[in-house]
């Protein structure tokens, strides 16, 4: 593949990655498929550091998990997302970094040799992990901002959002426990606001799921455009 840089749209990608196999037998080999359940884990820490996980279909999240078994989302991957860079770069270091499932997922997955290998001979595996950086830098960027600047009960509104946006429509299927690990609180604290919400005939709840009901009130409580 010739001068890949800006001209390759992201949504292309996974279809380029598809065409590997047919392209390079040895790559269609070399990679290990996983199929991974909503809530499963794709890459526990212990083998994050030693392989490179290309997902193709579904939505992965970025789970990092402190001493005291406290959880943080520190990002949130679609179709076409390149990670477990540490297996190219070799730093020794552990992780306490995993990747678990939100949707079902299709994995495709190298140890590190081969990540290597292939990286070198696709430029495509490259720009991939390059635009999931990126990915991954502008969601942080964008929760560090809503930290300093936003009360909690914004931040929610503004994740329920977000979640819509994923669903694709007004149901979303998460827990109170997962929306706390993204927004870095406890479950209780979430329960507490999203009861508030539901007060205000925002959202319905059920087991691990939110109807929501007047997604422009949410978009105003969280300084976002309703669209």
């Not at 007004?170 to 406890?186: C, K």
């Amino acid at each position: 593949m010739k001068d890949l840089g800006n001209t390759i749209p992201s949504e292309q990608i996974p279809e380029l990655f598809a065409q590997l196999p047919h392209e390079d037998p040895a790559f269609g080999r070399a990679v290990k498929i996983l199929r991974v359940a909503p809530g499963e884990c794709v890459a526990p820490p212990d083998e994050m550091g030693d392989n490179m996980y290309i997902l193709m279909s579904g939505l992965v999240q970025l789970v990092v998990t402190n001493k005291e078994g406290r959880s943080l989302v520190t990002a949130t991957l679609g179709p076409g997302s390149v990670f477990g860079e540490d297996s190219l770069l070799d730093l020794g270091a552990s992780t306490s970094m995993c990747a678990q499932a939100v949707e079902p997922c299709t994995v495709w997955q190298l140890n590190g040799e081969q990540a290597l290998t292939f990286t070198d001979r696709h430029p495509i595996l490259g720009l991939g992990m390059l635009r999931t950086f990126g990915r991954r830098l502008a969601q942080v960027e964008n929760r560090l901002e809503d930290v300093a600047y936003k009360r909690l009960p914004e931040r929610l509104a503004g994740e329920i959002l977000r979640q819509r946006r994923h669903a694709g429509g007004d149901q979303i299927r998460i827990s109170h426990q997962a929306l706390a690990d993204i927004l870095g609180t406890y479950r209780e604290t979430i329960s507490a606001i999203l009861r508030d919400f539901k007060r205000d005939n925002w959202v319905e709840l059920g087991y691990r799921r939110i109807t929501i009901k007047n997604a422009a009130a949410l978009a105003e409580m969280a300084g976002m455009v309703y669209d």
